[in-house]
């Protein structure tokens, strides 16, 4: 349909067949079909027998779908239904169902849902098909699908309008069909290794665990703020000093941030903690977990992403912060990133704002975002980073600059972040004050005070290992997507024109 008056009119005309139903007394809209075997598993079962083997078979089906192409033919009526990807041929003949039967088929079009029953049987193109017997009406779509059928294209309406874009685009089905395989798998995969999957708070007074602008709600009730959480993982902790020792959840977060294709405001982690582990057990673990992701569910560890084929032999490339920006920075030496001093002019350089305002920290971390980050696109460990910007992790022995921190980059895209997780409760205290003091200087990023994860610190908390993996982004890595809004079913799209002005 090319415009608003076609709609119109194809509405109107879907409109009076739905009438013409009622008025047979045809219910459009019934409770319930009893079906036995679903057109992919039809396909499944009987695609490998030929017209002899069916006939002498006779195998009679009891089947339903949408209906997704219609050729009258006299007296003679052949439907494809399609079900969970599938397609499959229905053959209606007059003398086979009755005349009037046959003549509500006329009230019946693609984009409605049917039940059947018949014996399968070849036609004459050797199409496995169905020789309807019977027919039960199911529901009557009123709007047109997608150009006929040929797909939805408009890549902004297939994300408004998922529904279709899964209906008429084969590849989107596959993604997330995909997506729920690897969710399953990452479950598998913790549970089999004797972590147990919990349960934490999405509205939290104080947000952390993360350095992110949060979303903030109002609990009439109470009369308070609350905000929706940006990370699980002081909950997750909490528990680990409750003594479950190896814990993991796979949630939802929040951030109040951009949209493009690597962010969301709403998305999926999963976050996993381990006591007496640390970072270097979160590397194994990491490294084995996508190989089994590679394995059971892709079938392969080398895949195509974008222009690059990634590797995901194992043991995965390590490298700091500092090394990475040395080796992908033009005219960068190691000794330039000792000071803020130093880093300043190449800050400058890469037209960083407001480098001057920035602590060393975070003007190491800017320096390595500008120049390296995309460069990294083979799985690669990024570790010791700046504790100006790790505010819950260990430092590393010997040089408390730096905390004992990865973050797992691939494709030039962020994917995991893992610490050696700080629990002396008294650093943990002046890593909160120093935190305050860049939300003093205007940072709405850095964290806040969480005293009651304080004085649960204070109970005693064992040496533990912590990571973060951002499902969408390794869902994208997989299905070879280029957004994340091609691996969200709903992503987040700005209200059309006309809906803001009727707000």
């Known amino acids: 349909m090319t415009n608003e008056k076609q709609v119109n009119e194809y509405i109107a005309n879907r409109r009076n067949n739905l009438k013409a139903l009622v008025d047979a007394g045809i219910n459009p809209y019934p409770v319930k079909f009893e079906y036995d075997i679903t057109p992919a598993e039809i396909k499944e079962v009987f ?150 999957e919990v349960e934490t708070p999405m509205m939290q007074l104080i947000p952390g665990g993360a350095a992110a602008r949060p979303f903030i709600t109002h609990h009439n009730a109470l009369d308070i703020d609350l905000y929706l959480r940006i990370a699980p993982e002081l909950y997750l902790k909490r528990l680990i000093i409750g003594g479950f020792n190896k814990v993991f959840e796979i949630n939802r977060n929040f951030r109040n941030e951009g949209v493009d294709t690597q962010h969301n405001p709403e998305f999926t982690m999963i976050e996993f903690y381990e006591a007496y582990a640390d970072l270097r057990d979160m590397m194994r673990i990491t490294e084995e977990l996508f190989t089994t992701i590679c394995d059971n569910v892709i079938g392969k560890r080398k895949i195509k992403y974008l222009d690059h084929e990634i590797d995901f032999s194992t043991p995965f490339r390590k490298m700091t912060m500092r090394e990475a920006i040395v080796e992908f920075g033009k005219d960068i030496k190691y000794e330039d990133l000792n000071s803020k001093e130093t880093l300043l002019p190449i800050a400058k350089r890469l037209e960083i704002e407001d480098a001057e305002k920035l602590n060393y920290g975070k003007l190491l971390s800017e320096v390595f975002e500008a120049v390296a980050e995309e460069k990294l696109i083979q799985p690669t460990f990024i570790t010791e980073y700046p504790i100006e910007v790790s505010p819950l992790t260990k430092t590393i022995e010997g040089d408390d600059r730096f905390v004992d921190r990865f973050e797992l980059f691939i494709a030039g895209m962020e994917l995991a972040n893992a610490y050696s997780e700080l629990n002396d409760p008294d650093e943990q205290l002046r890593r909160f004050k120093m935190q305050l003091k860049e939300r003093e200087k205007g940072d709405d990023e850095a964290q806040m005070m969480d005293e009651d994860f304080l004085v649960a610190m204070e109970h005693g908390m064992p040496p533990t290992g912590g990571e973060g993996i951002g499902i969408d982004r390794l869902v994208m890595i997989f299905t070879n997507s280029p957004s994340i809004r091609d691996v969200i079913l709903f992503p987040y799209m700005r209200p059309k024109k006309e809906e803001k002005q009727e707000k």
């Not at 009891?62 to 397609?87: L, P």
């Not at 049917?114 to 496995?128: D, Y």
């Not at 899964?166 to 969710?183: A, D, P, Q, Y």
């Open 47 to 196: 695609e490998k027998y030929d017209t002899e083997q069916l006939a002498e078979l006779n195998k009679k089906v009891k089947t339903c779908g949408r209906i997704v192409a219609k050729r009258v033919m006299g007296k003679v009526t052949f439907m494809h239904i399609f079900d969970e990807g599938v397609k499959l041929q229905l053959f209606f003949a007059q003398d086979k169902i009755g005349k009037p039967s046959y003549k509500l088929l006329k009230k019946i079009e693609v984009g409605d849902f049917i039940g059947v029953e018949g014996v399968l049987f070849r036609t004459k193109t050797n199409e496995l098909t169905v020789n309807v017997e019977s027919y039960t009406f199911l529901a009557k779509a009123i709007r047109p699908l997608p150009e006929k059928w040929h797909g939805l294209q408009d890549k902004e309406l297939r994300y408004r309008q998922r529904y279709l874009d899964l209906l008429t685009n084969e590849e989107v089905r596959k993604t997330f069909v995909l997506r729920s395989r690897i969710i399953s798998e990452i479950r598998k995969f913790f549970e089999s290794r004797g972590y147990i």
